[in-house]
């Protein structure tokens, strides 16, 4: 055997004994958990504005098929917590002010809103804006406003985006169940319709 296979094989070798060292099964699969950002503080931009916030926190495990519980701040600066609601059926929105499909799902989730009396929590988290942090968050408050968007928006992060399986395209749409499991996840555009009924499937699951 030659002098590289010998020095791959020894390499190979010692991950093995490193992952059964550790009590890892290495035929398992294995995944990295994301901890929460850390938020900088700078007096000169905010952590949350009106109806617009940073993510305070999220949880840094959770159980298998179970949606990731996440924390923000309303505009008095009190911390809400997505588990808190456990009444509510959830509404997870990606999306991105810079992207037409984007602004096209926003208008169907404001359709949604005014066909259909629902009790439902509805949070829209904006992904890769031209800002970061507080800067974020005013650039998204503005498009709020000018939108007359009232329901929650956060500012959201690649690594948040990866708790739920990743976001590599906006508008991206999960619909979350009163037990927290995830019960359907709405790749692109959704019509008005589309959204009604999987939040009816999601209302009618145990």
């Known amino acids: 055997m030659s002098a590289a296979r010998l020095q791959r094989a020894g390499v190979a070798l010692v991950l093995v004994l490193l992952l059964i060292g550790t009590g890892c099964n290495p035929s398992s699969t294995m995944r990295t958990i994301f ?26 495990m959770s159980t298998a098929n179970r949606a990731t519980s996440f924390a923000w701040w309303d505009s008095a600066g009190e911390v809400h917590e997505m588990n808190d609601y456990y009444d509510k059926v959830v509404v997870l929105a990606f999306f991105g002010t810079w992207s037409p499909p984007s602004l096209a799902q926003l208008a169907s989730i404001d359709t949604m809103l005014a066909a259909r009396d629902t009790n439902v929590l509805l949070i ?55 037990k927290r499991q995830v019960a359907a996840t709405l790749e692109g555009y959704a019509p008005a319709r589309k959204l009604r009924e999987e939040i009816e499937k999601a209302e009618e699951m145990p």
């Open 124 to 178: 829209g988290v904006s992904m890769r804006e031209r800002a970061l942090g507080g800067k974020a968050v005013l650039l998204v408050d503005s498009f709020a406003q000018l939108r007359h968007i009232s329901y929650q928006l956060l500012v959201g992060s690649r690594d948040f985006a990866f708790t739920y399986g990743g976001v590599d395209a906006v508008p991206m749409t999960f619909i979350i169940t009163r």
């Open 35 to 60: 901890l929460p950002p850390v938020v900088v503080v700078d007096s000169n931009v905010p952590k949350y504005l009106h109806n617009v916030s940073q993510i305070n926190f999220w949880d840094r």
